[in-house]
């Protein structure tokens, strides 16, 4: 992955791969979830629709800074 020291961006395939499994750690499933083959010029990362349960339990991930669930 890159760093604000390696000019190097990744592309959007490897985009998707790693937030696929940061999700996955999360228990968060989105679907839709891939590269936009619409614009592939663009190299862009397609996240598409999620239920407003999943978008609840996003954010709160968010806000916890990726910290494990709270079982």
Do not use: N, Y
């Not at 228990?27 to 083959?37: A, E, F, H, M, T």
């Not at 614009?39 to 494990?68: F, K, M, S, T």
């Amino acid at each position: 992955m890159a760093s604000s020291d390696d000019p190097v961006t990744p592309c959007a395939a490897t985009a998707v791969d790693a937030l696929r499994e940061a999700l996955s750690q999360a228990d968060i499933v989105i679907p839709s979830l891939g590269v936009d083959d619409i614009w592939p010029h663009l190299d862009l990362v397609e996240l598409g629709r999620i239920r407003p349960a999943v978008a609840i339990c996003l954010a709160d991930v968010i806000r916890r800074g990726g910290r494990e669930r709270e079982e």
